[in-house]
């Protein structure tokens, strides 16, 4: 059981350039994913206080998922993530640093990686969908030359020349990307068909099902109902494969990119800036 505890300030960063300022144990699972139950919530961040089974500390990063895991909050030149308050009924949410592109723009990310050697991270051939709510601020990002931040990833595992998942907002606009085994060839990204608004709640959803990649976006109103719903799918030819990655220690990201081994990506961080909530990894 999850004890709940008042609402309070996530993480604040140290001043070191890049500092892991929070590092939480979680769960006791032991279940591989590419193993687990058909249907299985691998991992589920809602972002709500729990507070330590000997009441000494409280955290906002706790993987309500299957996958056992340790969370943490990777920043650099002083960004930090901040427990803000979510879209109606869902309690609390993150808060990521405001846009900079300059070479020492705050950033913050949330990075997730397998406790143990089993790569609990890793669909295999299984179909599986990831998603997030998400509020996104007016500025997030710059094009001209020398900029630090010219997207806003939301939720990935794995860079764009690696075996890779990934829902992001570039521009705006909510897509996913996917690349399996088969390579660069039988990657696909499928772009939703609409610009969000910004400080406007939204929930978008990506699933992989055999070689299709669909997006599904929802917007909501200011009671919590969805408004309007948008959805698209694209098909890999030469088909995906499978998704697994070298290294088990390849970490799953919220709200930023994260390199392979796990520190804020320096050149291009594609840093979202927004409000983020409820990021969900489910194995078909
Ligand atoms: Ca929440
Ligand atoms: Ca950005």
Redesign the pocket.
């Known amino acids: 059981m999850r004890a709940r505890a008042s609402r309070r300030s996530g993480v604040r960063s140290g001043t070191m350039v890049l500092a892991v300022v929070a590092a939480i144990g979680l769960g006791t699972g032991t279940a591989s994913a590419v193993t687990a139950d058909p249907g299985d919530t691998v991992v589920s961040y ?3 206080p729990v507070v330590a089974a000997d009441g000494t500390s409280q955290t906002i990063f706790t993987n309500g998922g299957s996958a056992d895991v340790v969370t943490s909050v990777v920043s650099a030149y002083g960004g930090t993530v901040q427990a803000v308050e ?1 879209r109606p009924t ?4 993150v808060r990521f640093p405001t846009f900079d592109a300059s070479s020492t723009g705050p950033r913050a990310v949330v990075k997730i990686v397998n406790r143990t050697s089993t790569d609990v991270l890793a669909p295999g051939s299984r179909d599986f969908s990831w998603s997030a709510d998400f509020n996104i601020d007016a500025e997030t990002s710059s094009h001209t030359r020398g900029s630090t931040d010219n997207g806003d990833n939301l939720f990935q595992r794995g860079l764009f020349s690696d075996t890779q998942y990934k829902l992001d907002v570039d521009d705006h606009q909510p897509s996913c990307r996917l690349r399996g085994s088969s390579g660069a060839t039988g990657a696909v990204r499928v772009i939703a068909p609409l610009t969000v608004v910004p400080s406007q709640w939204y929930h978008a959803t990506c699933t992989r099902t055999g070689n299709q990649l669909s997006i599904e976006v929802d917007a909501f109103d200011d009671t919590g109902a969805v408004t309007q719903q948008w959805t698209r799918t694209a098909t890999s030819k030469r088909g995906f494969g499978t998704f697994t990655w070298a290294k088990t220690g390849t970490p799953l990201s919220i709200g930023g990119k994260l390199t392979a081994t796990g520190k804020p990506a320096g050149g291009s961080g594609d840093q979202f800036n927004g409000v983020v ?2 990021a969900v990894l489910t194995i078909q």
């Open positions: 809602d972002f709500e979510s869902q309690g609390s949410a909530d409820n």
